[in-house]
């Protein structure tokens, strides 16, 4: 009623694994969400405990093959890592088997400790080490590296498409200052 969208507009939903059901994921395709950004975070279970996360790795394996069997084709891994409970290799098995579901983009983000968050509390508790800048930024780099050998390209700090026309919009729009619209709890939106 308030706002006309183009035809091609990219609707993304951010989603957990364990709360795709198979009905929601057809009532999404019904609303028109046509971009799933699927907060997988690891395919490692000391990882995903570590991070509290509520669903395990066939959570999120089967989820991701729902949405694929779905005809979601614009599918976003988000992938976290950066903490000293997993090692790189455990990182590096996580990305190659994200890749082995050639999703249409991956979000790797590092753990960010903010302020007033659980990590935080463990970090000033004395029972949580950050890694330190140098392990930061080889896991970074480690992370480029690999996804670039693989095809994807990285277009933003975090992020990496199979081709350009895989690029989040939402994203470039952050970087170019373009104007977003942001539904629901939590959301942002940006008008200049």
């Known amino acids: 009623a308030h706002f006309s ?3 091609d507009s990219e609707i993304t939903l951010e989603a957990n694994p364990g709360d795709l059901t198979p009905e ?13 950004s699927l907060g997988v975070q690891s395919f490692d279970a000391k990882a995903l405990a570590f991070l509290g996360r509520t669903h395990t790795v066939s959570d999120a394996e089967t989820a991701i093959r729902r949405l694929m069997d779905a005809g979601f084709e614009n599918l ?12 790189l290799q455990d990182w590096q098995e996580t990305l190659q088997r994200a890749l082995s579901f050639e999703p249409a983009h991956l979000s790797c983000y590092q753990l ?15 029972r949580l080490l950050p890694i330190d800048e140098e392990e930061a930024r080889t896991q970074f780099l480690v992370t480029s590296r ?8 990285h277009y933003e700090i975090s992020s990496f498409a199979r081709d350009e026309r895989c690029y989040a919009r939402h994203n470039w729009k952050y970087w170019t200052h373009a104007p977003y619209l942001g539904l629901g709890p939590a ?6």
């Open 5 to 7: 969208f183009s035809s």
């Open 24 to 36: 929601k994921i057809q009532g999404l395709r019904k609303l028109g969400i046509n971009r799933i």
């Open 112 to 126: 960010t400790v903010e302020p007033h968050t659980c990590f935080w509390k463990r970090v000033h508790a004395g």
């Open 76 to 87: 976003t891994i988000d992938l976290m890592y950066g903490f000293r409970e997993q090692s």
């Open 146 to 153: 690999f996804l670039e050998a693989h095809g994807y390209l």
């Open 187 to 192: 959301a942002h939106s940006f008008l200049r």
